[in-house]
């Protein structure tokens, strides 16, 4: 199963994208007021659950952490949008997706280096 982090301050990104050199992680940035985000939220808990990566999945809750949303997208140079997924290692964005394409298979592609970017 994969680990799972939510991230609350700035020191919380900082933290994960140091970790980013150790090993792959998915930020995850969840709206917890939109409907398609909560049908994204459900994808990323399956692939969780049924992961056998040694991944670390990360949350930003955009509307409570705003700060933290706002401060990755700086730092990963990809516009915000949620819900919004994205594959980084060494502080490097190596895929992302949003919206509809944010599923459990379109992640596990991701890793294997089957897709790139679904924007």
């Not at 994204?40 to 049924?50: C, S």
């Not at 949620?82 to 459990?104: G, M, N």
Request: glycine share 2%; net charge negative; proline share 3%.
């Amino acid at each position: 199963m994969a680990e799972f982090k939510e991230l609350y301050v700035i020191q919380d990104l900082e933290e994960i994208l140091e970790e980013s050199h150790r090993r792959k992680i998915i930020i995850f940035k969840h709206s917890t007021a939109c409907p398609v985000s909560a049908r994204a939220w459900q994808e990323v808990e399956d692939f969780i659950r049924e992961s056998t990566d040694e991944i670390l999945v990360a949350m930003i809750k955009v509307i409570e952490s705003r700060p933290v949303s706002n401060q990755a997208a700086d730092n990963l140079g990809v516009k915000h949008q949620s819900p919004q997924a994205l594959l980084i290692s060494k502080q490097k964005v190596l895929w992302h997706a949003s919206h509809q394409t944010v599923t459990k298979a379109n992640i596990e592609k991701a890793l294997q280096g089957e897709i790139i970017n679904l924007l």
